[in-house]
């Protein structure tokens, strides 16, 4: 007995069968995760949302090495190939080791540079828009919501105005109002610059309205976080509002901003490509998957091939992202198991 209660007190095993190999066996690791955490677990072990990051993935890398894939290939998305097209404008050529995805219709730029290129706009559009609206739209949440009095009362003005906006009606009229100040009312304004103009013009109308709706979301989280004691507590304890704001309450919206990033990326690739397929979207010479479709319905029966590359590029796009979005929610919230 004295030399079992040594062996105890030693932290040595008192049952003579017992094995320091069956106490390790035993042991379970028990470090303690974060929510956020927890939930990029499940995302790791979700199969759906791996194959839709690495499809989406996929489409980044090939937006950020359009230049070198057009090199690969041998061709630029701006020569005009007219010896490739008859006198009513037909490619005169199927796809081949020259022209991977054949040549546009009528004017013989190379099917494949423009498709190489033309994820960029995409990309880079809802890429700047979704991190505008999510800055803009959770910080002036977090301000609305833990400030309130005449603030709250003014932001949700403001929210509620911006939400009943015609949005379409806007997004027609800001660019030809941008390119009357910036680029001019002369008809012989540079191509790029009117191409720039657009550009720049369809961030700031889509970002003017998507940080609203984001905004009201966190606004009515902090709403009920602000009640909480940890936060009572740090009131008490004098911390600065800056430090409850980004330390104490913003730990705690990651899975609401999370999910609304995700949520939105897919949503403004479509709106871009819909805007610049009504003509109030991007404009030449800007390649961009958007004017590839408006220009190949004229062609569709001829050459199917100009109008689905791009439909179908959106299309698997826009479906990898929603599908991860679906599983960024499911994976943070708790109540969900798949």
């Not at 030399?3 to 390790?24: F, I, N, V, W, Y």
């Not at 996929?58 to 998305?77: H, R, S, T």
């Not at 479906?319 to 679906?326: F, I, N, R």
């Amino acid at each position: 007995m004295i030399e079992e209660a040594e062996l105890s007190r030693a932290g040595a095993p008192t049952d003579p069968m017992a094995s320091p190999k069956a106490d390790q066996e035993k042991k379970v690791d028990t470090r303690r995760k974060s929510p956020t955490q927890i939930a990029f677990a499940r995302l790791r072990k979700d199969r759906v949302a791996v194959i839709c990051a690495s499809i989406f993935g996929f489409f980044v890398l090939i937006a950020i090495f359009a230049p070198l894939l057009a090199k690969l290939e041998g061709q630029d998305p701006t020569t005009l190939h007219q010896d490739l097209i008859d006198q009513y404008g037909y490619p005169t050529i199927p796809p081949n080791g020259e022209h991977w995805f054949g040549v546009e219709p009528r004017l013989g730029r190379d099917l494949f540079a423009r498709f190489v290129y033309g994820a960029r706009p995409s990309l880079i559009v809802a890429g700047t828009v979704t991190i505008l609206t999510t800055i803009i739209g959770v910080t002036i949440g977090l301000l609305a919501g833990f400030v309130g009095g005449w603030l709250d009362r003014i932001v949700s003005w403001v929210i509620d105005f911006v939400l009943s906006l015609p949005y379409l009606l806007f997004a027609i009229a800001v660019p030809a109002v941008l390119l009357t100040i910036f680029v001019g009312t002369s008809e012989n304004a540079a191509a790029q610059d009117v191409a720039n103009a657009r550009f720049f013009s369809l961030i700031i109308v889509l970002s003017f309205f998507g940080w609203a709706s984001l905004a009201r979301l966190i606004r009515g989280e902090v709403l009920s976080l602000r009640e909480r004691e940890f936060i009572s507590a740090a009131k008490v304890l004098g911390v600065p509002t800056r430090k409850i704001l980004f330390k104490e309450l913003l730990p705690n919206l990651v899975a609401p901003i999370v999910i609304s990033v995700s949520m939105a990326l897919p949503s403004y690739i479509v709106v871009e490509a819909g805007l610049t397929y009504l003509g109030v979207g991007l404009t030449e010479p800007t390649p961009s998957w958007g004017l590839t479709i408006a220009a190949a319905q004229n062609y569709y029966r001829a050459d199917p091939l100009y109008l689905w590359i791009p439909v179908l590029a959106i299309t698997i796009l826009v479906l990898s992202l929603s599908l991860l979005g679906d599983s960024i929610r499911d994976a943070f919230d708790p109540r969900t198991r798949r």
